[in-house]
C-alpha cells in the first residue's frame, strides 16, 4: 500500500543519513513457522548474515507502526519471538545489523522485507469475542466461524438432557445445531 511504501522509503533515508556500511553484507530474513500463523501461535522471526564478526546488534522492524526489537548476538543469526500473534503483529518487517568499532557504527544494508499473515483460529477467536444470537430475533444456525439466520425448526427441539445447557433463559441444543431463543 501507499503508506507502507512512504514509511519504508523514510526508513531508507533514515539509514542512508547514518554513518558508512563499513563493507557490512545484506542480512537474510526468515520466519518459523512458514506461511500463515494463527492467532495465539507463537512466531519466531531470524535475521542472519554471512559476516564474521564477534558481537553485533540485530534490529527487527515492522514497517507500518512502532514495532522495533534489537538483540546482541555474538553469532550469525539473531531469533527473535513473538509468544502470541494476534492482528497487531500483520504486516511487513525487515530486518539488518550494526557493528561499532573504535566508537564508530557501520550498519547493514536492509534485507528483503518478510510478509507475516495470520489467520483467526475460530476457537481463539470466539473465546476472545463475546456474541449473543439472541439479539437477532428467531432461531440461529450454528455455523463454523459465523452465525447464519435460518428458518425456524418445525416443531419443538427434542434433546436429551445432556446436551441442554442454559445460560440467560436461552436453550442450547448442541443435537438439533439450533439455539432457540425467548421471545
Known sequence: ????????????????????????????????????????????????????????????????????????????????????????????????YEKTVSGQTFISPLSDLLNVTGKKNFRAYFSLHTFNPCAIQGTLTLGFGSFRPARPPVGNPKCRKSQIGRKNKQQICLGQQYIKCPI
Open 1 to 96: 500500500s501507499r503508506r507502507s511504501a512512504l514509511a519504508l522509503l523514510a526508513l531508507r533515508l533514515s539509514l542512508l543519513l547514518r554513518p558508512s556500511r563499513g563493507g557490512l553484507v545484506k542480512p537474510s530474513i526468515s520466519m518459523d513457522p512458514v506461511g500463515e500463523v494463527s492467532w495465539g501461535q507463537e512466531l519466531r522471526i531470524t535475521c542472519s548474515t554471512a559476516a564474521e564478526l564477534l558481537e553485533k546488534t540485530f534490529i527487527l522492524q515492522k514497517i507500518s507502526g512502532s514495532f522495533r526489537e534489537t538483540q546482541i548476538s555474538a553469532s550469525r543469526a539473531a531469533t527473535f519471538n513473538i509468544s502470541k500473534v494476534n492482528l497487531d503483529h500483520d504486516g511487513l518487517y525487515l530486518c539488518n
